[in-house]
């Protein structure tokens, strides 16, 4: 099934459109929801909401990007959203479970469907993961969808609405602070 027939069916109220959407997207919109809040209940809730916001409103996509697109945007908007409404709690509680408030680990990392988080990588990438949340919210975007998601800088800048060279820039400067961070982690 192509996009356009997708589309067409999804906007039809076809079943079987709404579940190949499913099949074909939960994956990566979990991955990104994850990539952002970093815990694995919130991520399922996060994916969801985004699936039954395109259920609802597939009839305003306009078509001036593609539905991945549409859908990496609603699903970062939906996982920022999370995170801004825990500000007054612990706002990244998983991280907080996870290392303590001595920053010791305390827990096992969770496996993530993230390619490239081998078993014996864990360690690293708790850390990475925990320095991740220190990242400015468009920071920590771009470098979730580029990083986790493998989107290119131009997909990236078409679902956070911004410019190539934005896209750059935030990359460079989430990289610049992921290395402070984990310097100072080591230190």
């Known amino acids: 099934m192509n996009e356009l027939e997708l589309i067409q069916g999804l906007k039809s109220g076809d079943e079987a ?4 959407l499913v099949d074909t997207y939960q994956d990566r919109i979990f991955n990104t929801a994850i990539g952002i809040v970093q815990n694995a209940e919130d991520a399922e809730d996060v994916a969801q909401e985004v699936f039954i916001q395109v259920y609802r409103s597939i009839h305003s996509f306009k078509g001036e990007s593609k539905l991945s697109t549409w859908m990496y945007r609603i699903a970062t908007t939906r996982a920022l959203d999370l995170l801004r409404s825990r500000k007054s709690k612990k706002r ?4 907080q ?3 303590g408030d001595d920053n010791e680990p305390m827990h096992e990392l969770p496996d993530f469907n993230h390619a490239g988080v081998a078993l ?3 360690e690293y990438a708790a850390k990475l993961f ?9 920071q920590k975007t771009a470098f979730t969808l580029h990083k986790l998601e493998e989107l ?3 997909e990236i800048s078409e679902v ?3 410019t190539v060279p934005a896209v750059e820039s935030l990359m460079h400067r989430a990289k610049q602070n992921l290395r ?5 982690e080591t230190d």
Do not use: C, V, W
């Open 17 to 20: 459109s709404f579940k190949y």
């Open 92 to 95: 990244f509680g998983f991280m």
């Open 97 to 99: 479970r996870l290392f």
């Open 120 to 122: 014996d990588r864990k």
């Open 130 to 138: 925990k320095a991740i949340t220190q990242l400015p919210e468009n």
């Open 152 to 154: 290119s800088y131009q």
């Open 160 to 162: 956070m609405e911004t």
């Open 180 to 184: 402070k961070i984990l310097a100072n």
